[in-house]
């Protein structure tokens, strides 16, 4: 998280709440190191700090806001950061965070979200910018697919993070294209008409440089992927990470057992995958390559 866009102008710092004078003087957010180039805060850390600042209206237990909570553990560079999202449920969590968010129109914002990275890089030469695309699985391959794909194809630098519950949650249960084939939901009542769309298989047909897909079963693991796709994104090209984020509300799965369905749709047919381009992969070796150790350590 960023302590930079939390930090209250000096003027209202006697006014705000002591909760949220504390979060800036006491929580354990990024820049404490004082070089402020990187995150300091890990997953081991969560749960013992608000990493979503204020409390956030999504549904209790719902996969998603744990996972949209991971992605901001993950970012490499919080304070250098735009995350760009639609309606959906999603931006109901995002826009708590102190990461700036763009809200754009349904549908937009991969043309926004390019747009905005072209004019960083123009506005900040010196700076490394990233841009992070929060959107939910309608948001993206139903109405935004066209702005999606030609993102891909122009392999812009940015990441695109579909939060993938394989419904329209946020109005009540409508088949997205990445419903699955037959699925009976509340607001579609004869069963999904086509096939899953392979939106994987259409990154890889489109170029994208990291793609990966993964259930928020192992925190450390989201964390990782979100810092690798958002380093690929800013030197190589595009990135896309596909996470399974259930939604408990629309297809029925009783709270408790929200992370038992995880782990199971993870066996059955969401188990990790990483599509690696050899330009990304080589960018990954170096900046992931440990400093050797000297002999007389
Ligand atoms: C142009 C436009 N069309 C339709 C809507 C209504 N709308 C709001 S959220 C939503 C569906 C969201 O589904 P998804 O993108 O899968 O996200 P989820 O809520 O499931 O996370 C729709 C159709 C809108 N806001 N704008
Ligand atoms: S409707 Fe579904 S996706 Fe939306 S907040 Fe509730 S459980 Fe989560």
């Given at each position: 998280?960023?302590?930079?866009?939390?930090r209250p102008t000096p003027a209202f710092a006697d006014v705000l709440p002591i909760e949220y004078r504390d979060l800036v003087e006491h929580g354990p957010y990024t820049n404490r190191t004082g070089d402020g180039s990187k995150q300091t805060v890990k997953v081991t850390d969560m749960g013992k700090f608000k990493e979503v600042i204020e409390e956030h209206p999504m549904c209790a237990g719902c996969a998603m806001t744990?996972?949209?909570?991971?992605?901001?553990?993950?970012?490499?560079?919080?304070?250098?950061?735009?995350?760009?999202?639609?309606?959906?449920?999603?931006?109901?969590?995002?826009?708590?965070?102190?990461?700036?968010?763009?809200?754009?129109?349904?549908?937009?914002?991969?043309?926004?979200?390019?747009?905005?990275?072209?004019?960083?890089?123009?506005?900040?030469?010196?700076?490394?910018?990233?841009?992070?695309?929060?959107?939910?699985?309608?948001?993206?391959?139903?109405?935004?697919?066209?702005?999606?794909?030609?993102?891909?194809?122009?392999?812009?630098?940015?990441?695109?993070?579909?939060?993938?519950?394989?419904?329209?949650?946020?109005?009540?249960?409508?088949?997205?294209?990445?419903?699955?084939?037959?699925?009976?939901?509340?607001?579609?009542?004869?069963?999904?008409?086509?096939?899953?769309?392979?939106?994987?298989?259409?990154?890889?047909?489109?170029?994208?440089?990291?793609?990966?897909?993964?259930?928020?079963?192992?925190?450390?693991?989201?964390?990782?992927?979100?810092?690798?796709?958002?380093?690929?994104?800013?030197?190589?090209?595009?990135?896309?990470?596909?996470?399974?984020?259930?939604?408990?509300?629309?297809?029925?799965?009783?709270?408790?057992?929200?992370?038992?369905?995880?782990?199971?749709?993870?066996?059955?047919?969401?188990?990790?995958?990483?599509?690696?381009?050899?330009?990304?992969?080589?960018?990954?070796?170096?900046?992931?390559?440990?400093?050797?150790?000297?002999?007389?350590?």
């Amino acid at each position: 998280m960023s302590l930079e866009n939390l930090r209250p102008t000096p003027a209202f710092a006697d006014v705000l709440p002591i909760e949220y004078r504390d979060l800036v003087e006491h929580g354990p957010y990024t820049n404490r190191t004082g070089d402020g180039s990187k995150q300091t805060v890990k997953v081991t850390d969560m749960g013992k700090f608000k990493e979503v600042i204020e409390e956030h209206p999504m549904c209790a237990g719902c996969a998603m806001t744990l996972f949209i909570r991971l992605v901001y553990i993950g970012m490499p560079n919080p304070e250098h950061t735009i995350v760009v999202g639609t309606a959906g449920c999603g931006r109901l969590a995002i826009s708590q965070a102190s990461v700036p968010f763009i809200y754009g129109n349904y549908g937009d914002t991969n043309a926004v979200a390019s747009g905005l990275k072209r004019g960083l890089e123009v506005r900040f030469p010196n700076q490394k910018k990233d841009v992070v695309v929060k959107a939910g699985d309608g948001g993206l391959i139903d109405i935004g697919f066209q702005g999606l794909m030609h993102s891909w194809f122009r392999k812009e630098k940015f990441t695109t993070i579909m939060l993938d519950n394989e419904v329209y949650g946020n109005t009540g249960g409508q088949e997205s294209g990445m419903t699955n084939h037959g699925k009976v939901l509340k607001m579609a009542p004869r069963g999904k008409f086509g096939d899953k769309v392979d939106a994987l298989g259409l990154a890889k047909v489109a170029g994208v440089d990291y793609i990966a897909r993964l259930a928020p079963t192992n925190p450390a693991r989201v964390a990782r992927t979100v810092r690798r796709a958002i380093m690929v994104a800013r030197e190589v090209g595009h990135s896309y990470i596909q996470a399974y984020t259930s939604c408990n509300i629309e297809y029925s799965i009783p709270t408790p057992d929200v992370m038992k369905d995880a782990f199971e749709i993870e066996k059955e047919r969401y188990g990790f995958e990483e599509i690696i381009s050899p330009a990304a992969k080589a960018y990954l070796d170096e900046v992931e390559k440990k400093p050797k150790k000297k002999k007389s350590d």
